[in-house]
């Protein structure tokens, strides 16, 4: 029995169809397991920011194991103080909360801002205003505060207290704004929903009605922090401060974490409010403190944003290219024809895996170590690929 037999017996069929069986992985490359070699544009999903298997991670994560490995938040452990030092340091924010995922970390950050609404302003302003195109994870608060619709219908009721506004309008951001919110949750960079980068003067929006409202105003950085857009954080790429800061994906290179790094509030959690068993376990604080110092030393978001602007001037310049969007080394390329996933799977045949993040879109966010020359080589493919669909 394959490995890809054995997974549809053995797992739940809540994923699409799976292109490929993983066996190996080295910086931007990868091997199924027929031996073929891939260059790696997708990253786990934006998430090992140094490439496969890179040993600073990995080695940072076992010898924090051998000296102390998990002992719950029933009591302090350094490795995750020094990472919300770290991370304050790069983002000016003041306290950090660790979990183990996106989707977690968002769930921790409507919890935030619903604390800091009702204690502020009485149990009415508890609401959360979200984009049209957002994604934010698959938990329930989570799920109600992403757009896909359909996406929602079998699970329904999720919770109340959730509004969308599309995104860039300003007037209906306007109208959405009030006295009942809580929180205003937004993706700087719109990643599942296509790579769309959200306007400055809307985010700067944002911020207004937040400090007129005394409402959170929360990026949701999951895919964009990390170096990825070309900055630490995507926010430091605009002149508006969040107020706190959702992250997760890139942060330990592989290994699962989510944070939410905010700024000092007199109406934060109070003991016994959140928390989750594994978030700042040792060794995983220890290999995401490992991962930002390799971004440090490498310049890796110098790299990010060299590479990402290259990527965007030579796909922008293919035959069959109707429209290049994003930042750094998150991009969404827009096919003339269409048809991003049959694309995507002459891409793979190619040799370079990507995925198609809309039916008309591909998204390439590899991992940040990517070198120029493996940037031309996926060029190259998807200018031989497009030539050949028309
Ligand atoms: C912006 C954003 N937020 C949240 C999530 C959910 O993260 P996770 O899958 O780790 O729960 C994702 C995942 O793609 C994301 O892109």
């Given at each position: 029995?394959?490995?890809?037999?054995?997974?549809?017996?053995?797992?739940?069929?809540?994923?699409?169809?799976?292109?490929?069986?993983?066996?190996?992985?080295?910086?931007?490359?990868?091997?199924?397991?027929?031996?073929?070699?891939?260059?790696?544009?997708?990253?786990?999903?934006?998430?090992?920011?140094?490439?496969?298997?890179?040993?600073?991670?990995?080695?940072?994560?076992?010898?924090?194991?051998?000296?102390?490995?998990?002992?719950?938040?029933?009591?302090?452990?350094?490795?995750?103080?020094?990472?919300?030092?770290?991370?304050?340091?790069?983002?000016?924010?003041?306290?950090?909360?660790?979990?183990?995922?996106?989707?977690?970390?968002?769930?921790?950050?409507?919890?935030?801002?619903?604390?800091?609404?009702?204690?502020?302003?009485?149990?009415?302003?508890?609401?959360?205003?979200?984009?049209?195109?957002?994604?934010?994870?698959?938990?329930?608060?989570?799920?109600?505060?992403?757009?896909?619709?359909?996406?929602?219908?079998?699970?329904?009721?999720?919770?109340?207290?959730?509004?969308?506004?599309?995104?860039?309008?300003?007037?209906?951001?306007?109208?959405?704004?009030?006295?009942?919110?809580?929180?205003?949750?937004?993706?700087?960079?719109?990643?599942?929903?296509?790579?769309?980068?959200?306007?400055?003067?809307?985010?700067?929006?944002?911020?207004?009605?937040?400090?007129?409202?005394?409402?959170?105003?929360?990026?949701?950085?999951?895919?964009?922090?990390?170096?990825?857009?070309?900055?630490?954080?995507?926010?430091?790429?605009?002149?508006?401060?969040?107020?706190?800061?959702?992250?997760?994906?890139?942060?330990?290179?592989?290994?699962?974490?989510?944070?939410?790094?905010?700024?000092?509030?007199?109406?934060?959690?109070?003991?016994?409010?959140?928390?989750?068993?594994?978030?700042?376990?040792?060794?995983?604080?220890?290999?995401?403190?490992?991962?930002?110092?390799?971004?440090?030393?490498?310049?890796?978001?110098?790299?990010?944003?060299?590479?990402?602007?290259?990527?965007?001037?030579?796909?922008?310049?293919?035959?069959?290219?109707?429209?290049?969007?994003?930042?750094?080394?998150?991009?969404?390329?827009?096919?003339?024809?269409?048809?991003?996933?049959?694309?995507?799977?002459?891409?793979?045949?190619?040799?370079?895996?990507?995925?198609?993040?809309?039916?008309?879109?591909?998204?390439?966010?590899?991992?940040?170590?990517i070198t120029q020359e493996q940037a031309e080589l996926?060029?190259?493919?998807?200018?031989?690929?497009?030539?050949?669909?028309?």
């Amino acid at each position: 029995m394959s490995i890809a037999d054995r997974g549809t017996e053995a797992m739940m069929s809540n994923y699409p169809p799976r292109p490929l069986t993983i066996v190996r992985g080295e910086g931007c490359w990868l091997w199924d397991d027929a031996g073929t070699r891939y260059l790696d544009l997708v990253a786990g999903i934006a998430v090992v920011t140094l490439g496969h298997g890179h040993p600073e991670p990995i080695a940072a994560l076992a010898a924090q194991s051998a000296v102390l490995d998990h002992v719950s938040n029933l009591y302090w452990t350094e490795p995750a103080i020094a990472l919300a030092e770290r991370l304050h340091g790069l983002s000016g924010f003041e306290q950090a909360f660790f979990c183990n995922s996106g989707a977690e970390a968002n769930e921790a950050a409507i919890k935030l801002a619903r604390r800091h609404g009702t204690e502020t302003g009485g149990a009415d302003k508890h609401e959360l205003v979200c984009l049209e195109g957002a994604f934010h994870g698959r938990t329930l608060g989570a799920l109600q505060a992403t757009w896909a619709q359909p996406k929602k219908i079998p699970f329904e009721p999720l919770p109340a207290g959730f509004r969308h506004v599309s995104r860039n309008d300003i007037e209906a951001l306007r109208a959405a704004v009030g006295p009942q919110t809580a929180g205003v949750l937004i993706e700087p960079i719109q990643g599942e929903g296509g790579v769309h980068v959200i306007d400055e003067a809307f985010l700067q929006e944002a911020r207004t009605l937040c400090d007129q409202h005394n409402a959170l105003l929360l990026f949701d950085e999951v895919q964009t922090g990390i170096g990825r857009t070309g900055a630490w954080f995507a926010f430091q790429r605009t002149g508006v401060r969040p107020d706190a800061v959702v992250l997760a994906k890139g942060l330990a290179s592989g290994m699962p974490i989510g944070a939410l790094l905010s700024k000092r509030l007199a109406t934060g959690f109070q003991p016994g409010d959140h928390g989750t068993t594994f978030g700042g376990s040792p060794p995983i604080a220890a290999a995401a403190l490992a991962t930002i110092g390799v971004v440090e030393r490498d310049d890796l978001i110098g790299n990010a944003t060299r590479i990402g602007d290259y990527l965007a001037t030579a796909l922008g310049a293919l035959a069959g290219v109707a429209d290049v969007r994003g930042a750094g080394l998150l991009i969404a390329v827009e096919l003339a024809s269409g048809d991003a996933a049959g694309a995507a799977a002459a891409l793979r045949e190619q040799g370079v895996i990507v995925n198609a993040v809309s039916e008309t879109a591909l998204r390439l966010c590899p991992p940040l170590v990517i070198t120029q020359e493996q940037a031309e080589l996926a060029v190259a493919a998807l200018d031989v690929v497009l030539a050949a669909r028309g």
